[in-house]
């Protein structure tokens, strides 16, 4: 990468311009949001480069700004043509938040690294269900795609806890030969959890080859306890806490078949019937206090932000 490429005060080795370009405005631009709830947004990023790299299953870490925390989020899809990445984000904590607050039209991320992880496999099973829950409704997304498009029958099982949350319907639908949405409150759908859709698809189908589950730990555990009595190979996406996403600094160390694995190179797709999930959750759980403190603070710094007369500033969160 030659000196002009570098995206202004990002490391070279990190960061790359779209398209290999210098981009003189620095950093990756957001060319499209829809917002579908409070908490979920999807943006439209240009980079051409990984556009056209992207697997299904793969993912990316971006940072906001200089200052900004290294957050791994899914490429929900890809446009190869119009040269964009789609990330749909749940404001969870500090980082999202800010990113919900900040990332409209016309702005930029600072940092996006990837294509990150293995793509995950689009094997060559005839009948296979597809399953997302909560922020894994939108990776789970491509993955259905591919499937159809290798000429698989696909059955889509969603989950969102009412009808005002449902996205992408028709995306689903287009790509699955069924679908289901579940919904908690029932407002859509059948009423309950995903699991629920999937005992229904595996009663009415005798022959499914196998299951692809992407959601939070507690559903991909639940999912896969429901296909191993019927010996269903099930893959799972797991979402432990990533730093580097290079294998280096074991953040990400997740426990399958008794052996410890990197979700960021090793994965992030496992044999869900293998997965530790009780380590994974109590891994994920393991910095709650700091990351509550550093949105409290944050919160507080809009809070001031809100407050402050016209003209006036103050200090950052
Ligand atoms: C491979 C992978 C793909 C992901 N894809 C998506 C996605 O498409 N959309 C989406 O909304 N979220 C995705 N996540 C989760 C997302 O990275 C976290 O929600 C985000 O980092 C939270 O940061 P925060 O500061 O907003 O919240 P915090 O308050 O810092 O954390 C909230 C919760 O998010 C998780 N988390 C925090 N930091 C990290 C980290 N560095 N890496 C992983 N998890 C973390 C923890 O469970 C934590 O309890 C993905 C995670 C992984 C590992
Ligand atoms: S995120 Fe550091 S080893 Fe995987």
New binding site residues.
Partial sequence: MSEEDRVPGASAAAVSTPDGKADRGGGFPVVDRQDFSET?FLLEVSHPQMARAARPGQ?VIVMLDDHG??????I?DFDREAGTIT?????????????QARMVPGARLFGLVGPM?IPSEISDARKVICVGGG?GV??IYPQARAFKEAGAYVIGVVGFRSRELIFWEQKFRDVCDEFVICTDDGSAGIKGLVTQGIEQAIAAHGDIDELVAIGPPIMMRACAEATRPHGIRTMV???????DGTGMCG??RVRVGGRIRF??VD??DFDGHEVDFDDLMAR??R??P???E??DRYDASCRRLAMAPEGATSEKA
Avoid: D, H, W
């Fill in positions: 979920t993912f925390e290294r957050i791994p989020l899914t929900a990330l749909v984000v749940q404001a969870v904590g500090k980082s999202s938040r800010e990113m992880g922020l939108a990776p996406s797991l979402n432990p806490i990533m730093v953040g990400c979700a960021c994965g992030p994920l759980a910095y709650r700091q990351e509550r550093a949105l």
